[in-house]
């Protein structure tokens, strides 16, 4: 299996994720390799998160290649440094992408409070 699927899976699993208690909507990640794109939707509601495979209007849309995703789902890549560089769009609103962000995992060789932060919640 590969890294973007754990993320959406081990997401979907959480039944409450603290870091997101204070946001509501939706979020639609688009995966992008030619003429195919993958779609996973997310309904974030106060902490509460599922997933699934729709394609529907959301709040917030991010668009990627596969393996740009796939980086940020294995914490080899930070999501609002693709976006800085152009790498990752986001269209809609852009507040539920940057907190939907503390969920991606960081970077494994990094230390700090984000990475403390991520092994005690787990």
Do not use: C, Y
Not at 15 to 25: I, S, Y
Request: no cysteine.
């Amino acid at each position: 299996m590969d890294a973007t699927t754990r993320f959406f899976e081990e997401i979907d699993r959480r039944e409450f994720d603290p870091r997101l208690a204070k946001t509501a909507g939706t979020m639609r990640v688009d995966l992008h390799e030619g003429p195919h794109t993958m779609h996973w939707f997310l309904r974030i509601n106060h902490g509460r998160i599922s997933v699934s495979r729709e394609n529907q209007e959301a709040d917030t849309v991010l668009g990627a290649s596969p393996g740009l995703f796939e980086d940020i789902a294995a914490g080899r890549e930070h999501g609002i440094a693709a976006v800085l560089r152009g790498d990752m769009t986001v269209a809609g609103d852009p507040r539920l992408f940057v907190q939907m962000e503390r969920t991606f995992p960081g970077n494994p060789d990094a230390r700090g409070p984000r990475r403390k932060f991520e092994r005690e919640v787990r």
